[in-house]
């Protein structure tokens, strides 16, 4: 198997007293979907959080392997340091600009790869590159009809689709999923793990999901975490077959963690 | 909430402004002319609190910052050049707002408006309690600034309808520099700022840097307001720094609407004129005095039935419009 992409490594995170993350190692590799599951306040959208920049790490570090740029630690540096990166996120709440159309909303998001921030004669929307970029990641999103529609007309599904379009459109390689299928109805999970595994050809993806038929139907490798700490990782079978883990989380706690 | 008639109404607007004069008494003509240079102060203020926003009650720093440059450049009798003098107004702005900017926009909502207010209010005391500006008496700017081109004049800025004209260039030329950045890349990005500004950052701007941008940007045409302002006057004194103007130009643009350039400018009208009828004493005899209360309940009122300023007024009427089944 190639080198990992993106490598954690002995991350912590303390708050105050309390270790929200702690001492959790995973590896990333471009094409597989690692997903992150465990009941609630486990530490997963912490971990997302660490990897992201939103917060910084208390110990451990992030070994990132960036295009042609050499290995990074990312542990500190500033979220849209991070994202510039190669690195994208989609939120658990739904959290784009409401103001704009679906398209304006990727438009933005794919702007930010370009570093004419200053040209400020010239109409944002007459970038061809940029609006081209705007219009793939709206139609691999299964967005492509709705993009003249104002962000907050779109149904509850729809919003979360435009996150993950506006994920696409900075151009990701590695994909920090934070619940993508939550809020949504059986049709519109369908779609968007279909989604998954057809941008998994070409990204590394870390999932943090609670839906354990989209989880096993897309995982290549899997994370349990209770309480801030991995107390199992490997392929989804061997997960599933651990009695440590049906123990600690998929026996019993499996009912309360939808809830 | 712009629709398409709204280039028409404006460019009908700037027509009627520029015909004034030739109808208008002089004391008119230069009241509208205090009004435009209001309008390129709150259209300034409108590009940080409406567009990127960030509320300042300090905005009056440049403002009057800019004036100080003018009655300090300028020769104690003669007249100074408009070009220079202008230049170095404008620079100190800018800069002022590059150092005072590192640190205020580190803070946001309501520390912002009190770390805003807080620098304002030292720079108002530094030309208050030291002779370096004149005192709290202020200085003259005894001659308007030249405008030359080698030896030719190109405007006379003493002519009071000359000034007017110039005014009113100028106000239009702002308006338009402004839509124009608002539509480019950055005046998108700065908008993402005010709608989420952790969301823009997880996509990868740095928004710190587009911050800082259009807070320079935003000073800078404050300060070519306060230049204009204190040209037209003919002096300056600590006033012109202080936190009433800071309020009334941002009243000016909550009345106008935030985050649209010709609701600043509508509010600046409605604002000064307001001003002007609510104080007149012929009219309100001894109640004159107190047109502050008067205003004061007009600013309440509209904040209350417009949410989105006077300029909602248009859209909240097509909609009634539409809701009743005539079309829009």
Redo the contacts between chains.
């Keep these: 198997m190639a080198d990992p992409i993106l490598c954690v490594e002995k991350l912590t995170k303390l708050f105050g007293g309390l270790a929200a993350v702690n001492d959790v190692s995973l590896e990333l590799y471009l094409g597989q979907v690692h997903a992150v599951i465990g009941p609630n306040g486990a530490g997963k959208s912490t971990l997302t959080n660490l990897i992201?920049g939103?917060l910084a790490p208390t110990t451990g570090a992030i070994r990132y392997l960036a295009h042609g740029e050499g290995e990074f630690d990312l542990a500190g540096l500033?979220?849209?340091?991070i994202?510039?990166l190669g690195i994208g996120?989609s939120?658990q709440k739904t959290?784009?600009?409401?103001?704009?159309t679906a398209f304006?909303n990727c438009?933005?998001?794919a702007?930010?790869?370009?570093q004419?921030?200053?040209?400020?004669?010239?109409?944002?929307s007459r970038?061809a590159d940029v609006n081209a970029i705007a219009e793939q990641s709206l139609q691999a999103a299964g967005l492509a009809e709705r993009g003249q529609v104002n962000a907050a007309m779109l149904s509850h599904g729809e919003q979360r689709q435009l996150e993950i379009a506006?994920c696409l459109a900075?151009q990701p390689r590695v994909l920090l999923m934070d619940e993508p299928l939550a809020g949504m109805g059986p049709q519109e999970s369908l779609r968007i793990v279909a989604l998954i595994q057809k941008l998994a050809a070409d990204h590394a993806i870390l999932l943090i999901e609670h839906d354990m038929d989209a989880v096993f139907a897309v995982a290549h490798c899997l994370t349990v975490m209770v309480n801030g700490e991995v107390i199992e990782s490997g392929t989804p079978q061997a997960v599933r077959a651990s009695a440590h883990v049906q123990e600690a989380y998929l026996g019993e706690a499996h009912g309360d963690t939808h809830g | 909430m712009r629709s398409k008639l709204t280039p028409v109404l404006l460019l009908i607007a700037v027509i009627l402004l520029a015909a004034f004069p030739f109808v208008g008494e002089k004391f008119y003509i230069q009241l509208i002319a205090k009004v435009m240079i209001m309008a390129i102060f709150a259209m300034s203020l409108d590009l940080l609190v409406g567009y990127t926003g960030l509320v300042s009650l300090g905005h009056a720093a440049f403002f009057g910052l800019a004036g100080y440059v003018l009655a300090k450049a300028a020769p104690q009798y003669a007249a100074a050049n408009l070009w220079t003098t202008l230049a170095l107004a404008l620079v100190a702005c800018a800069i002022f707002a590059l150092l005072t900017g590192f640190l205020v926009l580190r803070t946001s909502g309501i520390y912002f408006i009190m770390v805003t207010l807080a620098f304002s209010q030292m720079l108002f005391f530094v030309f208050h309690d030291t002779p370096f500006g004149g005192g709290s008496d202020g200085m003259y700017i005894y001659a308007k600034p030249e405008m030359k081109i080698g030896e030719t004049a190109l405007l006379d800025l003493e002519d009071f309808k000359v000034l007017y004209w110039f005014t009113l260039g100028l106000m239009t030329l702002v308006y338009l520099f402004l839509r124009?950045?608002l539509?480019?890349?950055?005046?998108?990005?700065l908008?993402?700022i005010k709608?989420?500004e952790?969301?823009?950052?997880?996509?990868?701007?740095?928004?710190f840097r587009?911050k800082l941008?259009s807070y320079m940007l935003s000073g800078t045409l404050a300060g070519l307001a306060g230049y204009i302002a204190a040209l037209q006057f003919g002096f300056v004194n600590p006033e012109i720094l202080s936190w009433h103007v800071s309020g009334s130009v941002l009243m000016m643009v909550i009345l106008g609407g935030m985050g649209s350039l010709h609701g600043a400018v509508l509010g600046a009208f409605v604002f000064i004129l307001l001003q002007e009828i609510l104080s007149n004493q012929s009219w309100f005899g001894p109640i004159a005095k107190h047109w502050q209360l008067a205003m004061g309940i007009f600013v309440i009122i509209v904040a209350l039935l417009l949410p989105q300023g006077l300029v909602g007024l248009g859209s909240t009427f097509r909609k009634k419009h539409k809701a009743s089944g005539g079309h829009g």
């Design positions: 992201s939103e500033s979220s849209d340091r994202s510039r996120r939120f959290n784009i600009f409401l103001p704009f304006e438009r933005l998001a702007q930010s790869r370009q004419r921030a200053w040209q400020i004669f010239r109409g944002a970038y506006m900075t | 124009q950045v539509d480019s890349n950055f005046g998108r990005a908008i993402g709608t989420n952790h969301r823009l950052r997880a996509l990868g701007f740095p928004t587009y941008a």
